[in-house]
């Protein structure tokens, strides 16, 4: 199952500051046009089974499966009205299905475009898609203009708001309008974005940017390994096991010229993969090339790792972040 993966950075300054206020950081869905229900609730002190919001948070959404479906035009002829529907196939974001020339949907396959549905349509007289959810329920009906003999595209849009507030449970009405809050939607393509919450309490797009000297950092040795890089790949479907074991236990090995992760963490039905380095040589690295170094050494070894027929990774297409550095000093 596809995820939408939203990364939320918290400012240090802030964060001391919102934890000091008691303040915990939400997220809640758009539906039907409003935000209502608290999805997610991150209190300011960790308990069991519930860590709390640091520096660098990621919230990994669960995209459900959805079905397609088409109609025809409506004809009337004197008392008669006749229309048709076909047999709903379901399938992912981020997958492609074909609709033959007798109006069969035929298995999807993992070679659609992430963040949409495609269907490559055979029917004839512009049959108008049908996007429905997993239960069944319409969501979408192009009524405008049907589907022409080609390619078709559906895309799902979801829209999440993120706020910190005092205290409510996961579950909830939200208490009151809620202000200074960040919007985020997926809407084709991507499914990663990041936003920050900056030192001046203002939600800003992308990672914060970082002051830290990177040469001194590369002469801290002195006080351990205070300097933590992270690259967050974000793929186009869903991981299968042997993807995702692959990953695991052999995507190190593609690391050359020395720099290799520390850390590499992904699970099956994942779209996301987070790549961490961490030592002496990350340090050195960081101070003489800055972050694009590591982007491009993930990059490079999924190219590889692509390319190696047992990886299960041959229909796979990815994007990356922009590399974070968290400094422990």
């Given at each position: 199952?596809?995820?939408?993966?939203?990364?939320?950075?918290?400012?240090?300054?802030?964060?001391?500051?919102?934890?000091?206020?008691?303040?915990?950081?939400?997220?809640a869905k758009m539906v039907?046009?409003?935000?209502?229900?608290?999805?997610?609730?991150?209190?300011?002190?960790?308990?069991?089974?519930?860590?709390?919001?640091?520096?660098?948070?990621?919230?990994?959404?669960?995209?459900?499966?959805?079905?397609?479906?088409?109609?025809?035009?409506?004809?009337?002829?004197?008392?008669?009205?006749?229309?048709?529907?076909?047999?709903?196939?379901?399938?992912?974001?981020?997958?492609?299905?074909?609709?033959?020339?007798?109006?069969?949907?035929?298995?999807?396959?993992?070679?659609?475009?992430?963040?949409?549905?495609?269907?490559?349509?055979?029917?004839?007289?512009?049959?108008?898609?049908?996007?429905?959810?997993?239960?069944?329920?319409?969501?979408?009906?192009?009524?405008?203009?049907?589907?022409d003999i080609g390619t078709?595209?559906?895309?799902?849009?979801?829209?999440?708001?993120?706020?910190?507030?005092?205290?409510?449970?996961?579950?909830?009405?939200?208490?009151?309008?809620?202000?200074?809050?960040?919007?985020?939607?997926?809407?084709?393509?991507?499914?990663?974005?990041?936003?920050?919450?900056?030192?001046?309490?203002?939600?800003?797009?992308?990672?914060?940017?970082?002051?830290?000297?990177?040469?001194?950092?590369?002469?801290?040795?002195?006080?351990?390994?205070?300097?933590?890089?992270?690259?967050?790949?974000?793929?186009?479907?869903?991981?299968?096991?042997?993807?995702?074991?692959?990953?695991?236990?052999k995507l190190i090995n593609?690391?050359?010229?020395?720099?290799?992760?520390?850390?590499?963490?992904?699970?099956?039905?994942?779209?996301?993969?987070?790549?961490?380095?961490?030592?002496?040589?990350?340090?050195?690295?960081?101070?003489?090339?800055?972050?694009?170094?590591?982007?491009?050494?993930?990059?490079?070894?999924?190219?590889?790792?692509?390319?190696?027929?047992?990886?299960?990774?041959?229909?796979?297409?990815?994007?990356?972040?922009?590399?974070?550095?968290?400094?422990?000093?």
């Amino acid at each position: 199952m596809a995820s939408e993966n939203i990364i939320v950075y918290i400012d240090p300054t802030q964060l001391t500051a919102q934890k000091g206020n008691h303040y915990s950081l939400f997220l809640a869905k758009m539906v039907n046009g409003q935000f209502t229900v608290i999805w997610q609730s991150k209190g300011p002190v960790a308990t069991v089974g519930n860590p709390s919001y640091e520096y660098m948070n990621t919230f990994q959404i669960a995209v459900p499966n959805y079905e397609v479906n088409y109609g025809t035009v409506t004809v009337s002829q004197g008392s008669v009205t006749f229309n048709a529907s076909g047999l709903p196939q379901t399938m992912s974001v981020g997958q492609s299905v074909q609709l033959d020339a007798n109006g069969l949907f035929g298995q999807p396959t993992n070679t659609g475009t992430p963040g949409e549905i495609t269907i490559v349509n055979a029917l004839a007289a512009n049959p108008n898609a049908i996007l429905l959810d997993n239960a069944g329920n319409p969501i979408f009906v192009n009524t405008q203009s049907g589907m022409d003999i080609g390619t078709a595209t559906l895309t799902p849009v979801d829209t999440y708001q993120i706020w910190f507030d005092n205290y409510q449970n996961t579950g909830t009405i939200i208490a009151h309008n809620v202000s200074n809050a960040a919007t985020v939607t997926f809407a084709g393509g991507s499914m990663s974005q990041t936003i920050s919450y900056n030192s001046a309490g203002q939600w800003v797009t992308g990672p914060l940017s970082t002051s830290a000297d990177f040469a001194s950092v590369g002469s801290a040795g002195a006080v351990g390994d205070p300097v933590t890089v992270t690259v967050l790949a974000t793929f186009s479907v869903a991981l299968t096991t042997a993807a995702a074991t692959y990953l695991l236990s052999k995507l190190i090995n593609k690391f050359s010229g020395g720099l290799r992760p520390t850390s590499i963490q992904t699970s099956v039905g994942s779209v996301s993969l987070t790549i961490k380095f961490q030592g002496s040589q990350a340090r050195q690295v960081l101070a003489a090339f800055g972050t694009d170094k590591f982007e491009n050494a993930v990059n490079a070894a999924l190219v590889l790792a692509k390319q190696d027929t047992t990886s299960g990774l041959q229909s796979e297409s990815w994007s990356l972040s922009e590399p974070s550095v968290a400094l422990s000093f």
